[in-house]
């Protein structure tokens, strides 16, 4: 009996192997993939590749040139690292080089296939994806956003004299407001639960990115096939779901109540709710929490990080914040006469280049966000099969001085040409072709007014004792100041301004 069972035991291994090895001999006859980085046995590069990848993307691209291959699980992700195969890939191919990498943990469990970002290139990321465009983007749409935008970052300036060393908090309640207020009506308050559970979620979601242990199915994507009850990774991510669409309910049922009242502020969810929104918008209840979920953490998480960095630049090099500062006393007066509102765009054209710059500086995505080809390519004499992942190596890029002269500087100078105000033209921070992010005005205006209240006020130093580091600094730290910094009010009239015109922001409730 024992020795019958062993030899069927080894009678699977070896057609197991045989069969391995004859699918790896098909595949390398059909395909070519550019410089694959050596893995183990079965696992790939799944545990070679860190949190953040930023330095170890610029560190491959310098061993590996212009594409490298990782297989993270099976997975085959291609990094491209420089503009130039950026553009050819993403952008010129857009049209097969759009979707997203099925995971079945992080898109379908912990987010009801609902969540825009993990997507697919399916109609119903068509519609989703309309739905936002038409919140964020165009005239009527900047209208929308700018009194909130000119508001919060009055309010932000106020907070960070109040509390300097809380500067990253007031970072992430100006930027969560903005885009609250245009979803739900009301103002992120300090420590607003819903901008708490918002920063703890977010990190859970990059911690189970492609994590083998946490979020096996999404590394192995064959375990989804296993009987549900062996799939130990789920009841966590089905208890995440859960809590997920409660925590939007309760806001849902909130408005609900102050639209019975007559209170309701004008905003995008009432205009869902009273159904006077476009037709799109007959979607069901978890579609539309989660599409203003992904509208408030993607527009609260990204901006608030790029307020952050920004200072940072300013503190490492703070020539350019001196030029900034000269020229914003231009237009704001040297006596501290008033803040900058978004108004003064056309006449401050350098802070439009602070504000690109802040976005190459050091890219939010250290290593971009992955696009799956939709069918078989070929490329420069290599041949790509369908479902390859392709990322642009965000660091690697930005860090490279073939792409950027002087690229460790923070150098607003270097976007001040004919492209100036193409808000995604000159880096790649938003990442590219048809998946570029949606938000992208938003965003930028967000930067744009926070960097020129900010500059226009303090004085941003580095603290000589905790030297800021410009490499390895987990920028997004949701809990924690991602660095130190000193923050100074320039002058006693500065300080009055700040307390005049923060105090009316502050008052604003709703
Ligand atoms: C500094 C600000 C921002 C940065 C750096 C940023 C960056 C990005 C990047 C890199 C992507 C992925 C692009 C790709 O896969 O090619 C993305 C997607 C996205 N962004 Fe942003 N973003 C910012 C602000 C915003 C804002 C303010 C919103 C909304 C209010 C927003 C909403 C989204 C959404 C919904 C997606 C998913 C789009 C899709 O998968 O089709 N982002 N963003």
């Not at 390398?28 to 980085?37: C, E, H, I, M, Q």
């Not at 960070?160 to 992120?188: C, D, T, W």
């Not at 993607?298 to 307020?307: E, F, K, L």
Request: a positive charge.
């Amino acid at each position: 009996m024992l020795p019958t069972l062993g030899y069927s035991v080894l009678f699977i291994i070896g057609a197991i192997v045989v069969k391995l090895v004859v699918s790896k001999i098909r595949f390398t006859k059909k395909y070519k993939l550019p410089n694959v980085v050596p893995g183990w046995p079965f696992i790939g590069n799944s545990l070679d590749v860190p949190y953040p990848a930023g330095m170890w993307g610029v560190d491959m691209a310098k061993k590996y040139g212009e594409m490298f291959t990782v297989n993270i699980g099976g997975r085959r992700l291609v990094y491209l690292n420089s503009s130039r195969v950026v553009t050819d890939l993403l952008e010129k191919r857009a049209a097969i080089y759009s979707s997203r990498p099925f995971r079945p943990m992080l898109s379908d469990i912990m987010s009801g296939g609902a969540r825009i970002v993990f997507m697919g290139y399916t109609d119903r990321w068509r519609n989703q994806r309309k739905i936002m465009h038409s919140i964020l983007n165009g005239k009527q749409a900047e209208a929308k956003f700018v009194p909130f935008q000119d508001l919060e970052a009055k309010q932000l300036v106020l907070d960070m004299y109040k509390e300097p060393e809380n500067f990253h908090k007031a970072s992430q309640r100006f930027s969560n407001s903005v885009i609250l207020s245009v979803i739900f009506g009301r103002r992120a308050k300090k420590d607003d639960e819903l901008l708490k559970f918002i920063l703890g979620y977010t990190q859970t979601l990059g911690e189970y990115q492609f994590n083998p242990i946490k979020s096996p199915a999404d590394v192995f994507t064959w375990l989804s096939n296993i009987p549900t009850s062996l799939q130990w990774w789920r009841p966590f991510g089905e208890r995440f779901f859960r809590k997920h669409v409660a925590m939007f309910q309760k806001e849902y049922d909130a408005l609900l109540d102050k639209m019975n009242k007559g209170t309701a502020k004008p905003c995008f969810a009432v205009d869902v709710l009273r159904g006077t929104a476009k037709k799109e918008f007959e979607i069901d209840d978890i579609e539309k929490i989660y599409t203003w979920t992904s509208l408030i953490e993607a527009g609260s998480d990204t901006s608030r990080v790029a307020v952050l960095q920004m200072m940072a630049g300013a503190a490492c090099y703070p020539e350019w914040a001196k030029k900034a500062r000269a020229l914003l006393d231009e237009v704001c007066g040297a006596d501290a006469n008033r803040l900058p509102t978004l108004a003064d765009r056309s006449n401050l054209p350098y802070i439009t280049a602070v504000m690109k710059e802040t976005l190459r500086w050091r890219p939010f995505l250290q290593s971009g966000v992955p696009h799956t080809l939709m069918r078989d390519d070929e490329y420069e004499g290599y041949k790509f099969p369908a479902g390859t992942e392709f990322s642009w190596n965000a660091y690697s890029i930005a860090l490279n001085e073939k792409e950027y002269s002087n690229p460790l500087k923070f150098e607003p100078e270097r976007f001040m040409n004919d492209d100036l105000h193409k808000t995604a033209k000159g880096h790649w921070s938003f990442g590219a072709g048809r998946r570029v992010c949606v938000g992208l005005n938003v965003g930028a205006n967000n930067i744009w007014i926070a960097a020129a209240c900010i500059l226009y006020c303090f004085d941003i130093e580095q603290d000589l004792d905790y030297p800021i580091d410009q490499f390895n600094t987990l920028w997004e730290e949701p809990l924690k100041a991602p660095f130190k910094v000193k923050i100074t009010p320039r002058s006693k009239a500065h300080i009055d301004l700040i307390e005049r015109e923060g105090a009316t922001a502050a008052a604003a409730d709703y």
